[in-house]
């Protein structure tokens, strides 16, 4: 943990003499990429030791199949080594550390750089091995018409800003960062001229990294005086459950679950922040011409803690992975999509059971709160008291819900995922099926997916 902190310290001081020093007026693409690169197997080489060789085999393995494979099977090819090699490694954690948590843990840039692989050989079988007209407009967008170069494809998975703890952001973004194209692509987006500007503005990130910094820090705070006092293994101590009853066991679990928090808080925002010194990261400009810095960013704090919807939770916490998890599960699952992006998630998480539980559960309180929302919300809408009642009660059902779901990812092994459980008397997975089987289920409100030319195209044939 001291490791990481100062590798993402020292990589946040490199961010800005990376931007102030070596920004695109100042170095070519190449000279940008190269001091990238070896910042990043600096850091992984000081944090993770000879365990930082996992992630160099995995990358170099990675760069034959782009090169070597079948544009039709490259996304396929990438996906089953990247996959397999990361669920070995995770293998390793449980028959080998026994449960343990590795001093040197190299599984979460693994995990990374497993989610940059996978992208990246999506959006070139996209860009290469697809017509356009079969692409959503996402994909398209996102698609990668050439294979990248050695140096490019080292830089996009090891750069510094990324390797330690993340995120995963698409490949033609961070091209376009180190080319000095990403601020001034967003800024075209928006007509200056109607707002008064004779020339593009040049927003500067210290404000966004600024802000970002004071909410890492009070993360940190909550992290060392609450976590340490509210264990996660307090809610199963055997004195505990025989003295407490359910409800106090709910509200423990509650305040349990928030202690957890903060570490991913500190986590996430720091390395946020360390893309943003570094120049990557801007996403626009927002309705009150404000400009965002969050492109990149991994949560929404006040979304998830006011979440009234289990898909309003999931959707901004771990955002990236969520949104890797779409594009390379979700978008291109033959059926069964959302089952299958739950299996995937679980599977890149590691092999330890209780996450398992987590994410099984997850898919049935998700299918549930669907049907919920689908079936009864219209009819808490036809007043603000009773929009107000429905908000306030699935709040308190949604961060509950959570609370029960994830447990058993903290606890990581069956027997104490088993004894919460039944010490929560299987509440919310027999409230779920109830659900389920007396709830119709009701057509999506959404349009189902497809390429982003097949309605012009109807419509082209019509005439």
Not at 12 to 35: E, K, N, Q, T
Not at 102 to 117: A, C, H, R, V, W
Not at 238 to 259: A, H, I, M
């Amino acid at each position: 943990q001291i490791n990481f902190v100062a590798c993402q310290l020292f990589a946040l001081l490199a961010a800005f003499w990376f931007r102030i020093y070596l920004g695109p007026s100042h170095a070519s693409s190449a000279v940008r990429h190269a001091f990238a690169t070896l910042f990043g197997i600096y850091f992984a080489v000081f944090c993770f030791g000879w365990y930082s060789i996992h992630l160099f085999v995995l990358v170099l393995m990675n760069y034959g199949i782009m090169n070597m494979a079948s544009i039709p099977n490259i996304h396929r090819y990438s996906f089953v080594v990247a996959m397999g090699y990361l669920t070995l490694c995770h293998i390793s954690r449980i028959y080998i550390f026994h449960y343990g948590i590795l001093t040197t843990d190299f599984s979460g840039p693994l995990m990374i750089i497993t989610q940059k692989i996978t992208t990246l050989a999506c959006q070139l079988h996209d860009g290469i091995g697809r017509k356009a007209e079969e692409l959503t407009a996402e994909q398209n967008r996102l698609a990668v018409k050439t294979r990248p170069s050695l140096l490019e494809y080292l830089s996009y998975l090891l750069n510094f800003m990324s390797i330690i703890a993340g995120p995963c952001s698409n490949y033609k973004d961070y091209i376009a960062f180190i080319e000095g194209r990403h601020v001034h692509m967003k800024l075209l987006e928006v007509n200056w001229k109607q707002k008064g500007y004779d020339r593009l503005p040049d927003p500067s990130p210290t404000g966004a990294v600024m802000y970002k910094l004071c909410i890492t820090l009070v993360s940190l705070v909550l992290f060392l005086t609450l976590t340490k006092n509210f264990p996660m293994a307090y809610i199963i101590d055997n004195e505990f459950l025989d003295k407490t009853p359910f409800l106090t066991r709910l509200g423990y679990l509650y305040v349990v679950t928030q202690s957890a928090k903060p570490k991913y808080y500190f986590a996430w925002t720091l390395a946020d922040a360390v893309n943003n010194a570094a120049g990557y990261g801007f996403s626009g400009v927002d309705d009150r011409g404000a400009f965002r810095w969050d492109l990149l960013s991994n949560l929404n704090i006040w979304n998830i803690e006011t979440a009234t919807s289990f898909k309003m939770y999931i959707e901004n916490w771990n955002i990236q992975t969520a949104a890797w998890l779409k594009r390379v599960c979700y978008d291109r699952a033959p059926w069964y999509p959302t089952v299958l992006t739950f299996v995937l998630s679980a599977l890149w998480h590691g092999i330890y059971p209780g996450y398992y539980f987590t994410f099984l559960t997850g898919i049935l309180i998700t299918l549930a709160a669907r049907a919920i929302r689908n079936n009864c919300r219209h009819y808490f809408l036809s007043s603000v008291p009773l929009k107000m009642a429905y908000d306030v009660a699935t709040w308190v059902v949604t961060q509950l819900a959570v609370c029960y779901t994830v447990a058993p990812f903290v606890m990581l092994a069956v027997e104490p995922t088993i004894k919460f459980y039944k010490s929560m008397y299987f509440h919310m997975h027999i409230l779920s099926i109830l659900v389920l089987l007396l709830l119709p289920i009701r057509p999506r409100s959404h349009s189902v997916r497809r390429p982003q030319n097949q309605t012009i195209q109807n419509s082209v044939k019509s005439k």
